[in-house]
């Protein structure tokens, strides 16, 4: 089994920077890509980043030049960084991880709240 815990989320005021990161443990060999997704009140949950395990990026057109999706394998973390925030961004952001075996991203973590303040 694998384990993700978000943490780095807040308020955060209009243009502000936050870093979240995803610690991961357990079956951590098992890994292959991890994502960012996010869901705002009332909207579905949308894929913000992700990352091979190779270091392959992509990112959704809203958060492009502004976040930063990064993984540190050493310390077995994924990280998110944001800048130029704003109102818009405001959502619950989950860390997802997938394996080798399924491309579907499997383990979830538990959600961290990012709120942008205009």
């Known amino acids: 089994q694998v384990q993700l815990v978000e943490s780095g989320g807040g308020l955060v005021q209009l243009g502000g920077s936050l870093r979240l990161s995803c610690a991961v443990s357990?079956?951590?060999?098992?890994?292959?890509?991890m994502g960012w997704y996010r869901q705002a009140p009332g909207k579905q949950r949308e894929l913000v980043a992700d990352?091979?395990?190779?270091?392959?990026?992509n990112y959704a057109d809203s958060v492009k030049g502004r976040f930063t999706i990064s993984r540190d394998n050493a310390k077995n973390t994924m990280y998110l960084e944001m800048s130029a925030l704003k109102p818009e961004d405001t959502a619950v952001y989950y860390c997802?991880?997938?394996?080798?075996?399924?491309?579907?991203?499997?383990?979830w973590g538990q959600g961290t709240q990012v709120t942008v303040s205009s």
């Open positions: 997802a991880a997938n394996t080798i075996r399924i491309s579907k991203y499997i383990y």
């Open positions: 357990g079956s951590i060999f098992s890994i292959n890509g």
């Open positions: 990352i091979t395990s190779d270091g392959s990026t």
